[in-house]
DNA sequence: GTAATAGTGTCTTTCAGACAGTATGAC
DNA sequence: GTCATACTGTCTGAAAGACACTATTAC
């Protein structure tokens, strides 16, 4: 790596760059979040809507995205939020094999965005928005724990974290061994489960060799596993990562901010409300808590009208948009259980 | 890359592209935290340390931002987190009319990072470390409510406010008048100052054309403000919101991550962490409170050694690196005043 | 009535926020 | 002693978390 210490002046770049721009639309079909995406053919992976940025099209990289999604999943986004932008180089493996050899295929650095909508449950639409725990099977906790992680995620990652025990005790004492790891994304003994940390739970189980991110470096993949059970559907390129991005940015953001409502009808019953935040943050929720939070919260208000829906009719409400001028940080400040 | 049905074939992109890598280098100096930023020469704005990504050079993003740091602030940086990526045609102005003449200038997107590092209070390097505040003084409240915001800053966001009354009423109802946006950023009236919204802040003065920011373009300057005070330095291209950026984001961050402990020395007094903590988020802390928060959170243990600094000794006190793998958030859920 | 869904009343534990005090050193 | 800094004990009120109970509809 050449140092041209401390001189402003920096070579032109000699590889051209293109910036992709990704998508996560996210929307509720019923209690389920689903997102878009659409496969090629019935044999591949599918992908999130995507696209090179162009700043002679786009005007900002948010319209850019915005444009792709118009494109490509038809939809007008709403709520749109930037998420990260991931640059390691391999991210294409064919690309990368051609660019050492110096050639000049681009670079890809891809900034990953999550958009928020509300999609009727057209029939015909439903094959393009899967659902989002089928990628991520065990991020779904609202039944219970779930049973893939005991009968098969933890005991593989104890053989995994086996592997390094000896080298855990002697090396810095900086980093968490990889028992530890396993412990504090995956919880049991006592520990609780953080739904938020999803990306970093994908990251572990991509480190041990046990998910897929198509065309990625194989550093890991050699790590043979005979048995290796199906741990979700895989996604085009690293489209699963930055799904699982938007998925703890999401859980995370609900408790601060009232995005939900983004993704909620302009009338709704708290029991529908409740389902809705379940389904995004996995886990089941106290429901006198919940509606004691979300009531007294001043995050809605009810409209007087009812619905009728098999038992007792239900209150409807709506958002109450003054919440966003009293409060600093109006959001769910979900606990745990129920 | 192509893509399914939608919209298949991308057209090659037809401008060069370039990324900007960017990093707020932050430390403290006693209770004051201060930024690595160098000037050209004594006119000119400082600036923070950046470059263009190359591929290349670069393995990662990451990596590139540490070649910078070490280049130029002839730094090795330990923790590093990226920001946000800042897109907008228009970065630099000069670039812009070229481009849109359709010459091959790139179109600049910079990758905000963020680094925390200890520095030693070297005489020489002072002057390469100037204080964070002296960008953003309004954003310190340790001595309580800054006079430039009742002063200065208030006042002029009133009338700019006033200028819109008439078409707030009737507007859209989902955006905030320009009156609530000033009242919820900066407080008053009984309602409290939002430490964490620096860069909503940053933009609100930036909108009002009350900040100026160096080299981009110029939609909001021409409404001139004849007797408009200086609010704070100015930066290098969007440097200046890239720091905002880095401001907001540790002080939110502060509250439920240990990252505190990368910028104290290996052993230190709670008052010293409680003045680090002060001179970071802003405004003063309860003393007893953070104690106890602290100690029973079981951040932080006692060595069982004392300094003496004049008064009544200090017991000295190390990070507690187990409580990572015991809570899931271990953080310093901070409130408000001492 | 029974099944199904909606909604409430209140207790306990935890913890943030604030009070006012005591302890140990240098001089 | 006085000044300066370090440290502690305890009250209060707001909520988070959990308990069990009542209400209104369709059939």
Do not use: C
Request: charged share 25%.
């Amino acid at each position: 790596m050449p140092d041209a210490q401390a001189s402003p002046i920096h070579k032109p770049v000699s590889t051209t760059i293109e910036i992709n721009l990704t998508g996560v639309i996210l929307a509720m079909q019923g209690d389920h979040p689903v997102i878009y995406a659409a496969a090629r053919d019935a044999q591949s992976s599918p992908g999130l809507p995507s696209g090179p940025f162009d700043p002679l099209r786009h005007r900002t990289l948010e319209l850019g995205l915005r444009n792709f999604a118009a494109e490509q999943a038809k939809l007008t986004l709403g709520y749109v939020e930037q998420l990260y932008t991931f640059g390691d180089r391999g991210r294409h493996a064919a690309e990368r094999a051609l660019a050492e050899e110096g050639s000049l295929v681009p670079h890809v650095v891809s900034i990953g965005y999550l958009a928020l909508t509300r999609v009727e449950a057209g029939a015909a639409a439903r094959a393009q928005f899967p659902g989002l725990y089928s990628f991520f099977p065990w991020e779904d906790w609202r039944k219970g724990p779930p049973k893939l992680i005991d009968q098969s995620i933890r005991p593989l990652l104890d053989i995994w974290a086996a592997d390094h025990a000896a080298e855990a005790a002697s090396a810095d004492r900086r980093a968490l061994s990889r028992r530890e790891r396993v412990a504090l994304l995956f919880g049991g003994d006592n520990r609780p489960f953080d739904e938020e940390k999803v990306l970093e739970r994908y990251e572990l189980l991509y480190e041990a060799g046990l998910v897929d991110e198509a065309l990625r470096d194989g550093r890991e993949a050699a790590k043979a596993w005979p048995e290796r059970p199906a741990l979700g559907r895989s996604m085009q390129a690293d489209h699963r990562r930055i799904l699982a991005t938007a998925l703890g940015r999401i859980r995370a953001k609900l408790k601060y901010r009232p995005v939900i409502f983004e993704i909620m009808p302009p009338t709704f019953t708290l029991t529908d409300l409740q389902h809705k935040v379940e389904g995004i943050s996995g886990h089941h929720l106290h429901k006198q808590n919940f509606r004691r939070l979300v009531e007294s919260g001043g995050l809605v208000e009810a409209t007087g009208e009812q619905t009728n829906t098999g038992g007792r009719p239900a209150a409807l409400f709506r958002f109450r948009r003054e919440v966003l001028t009293e409060r600093p940080a109006p959001g769910l400040r979900l606990g745990r259980s129920g």
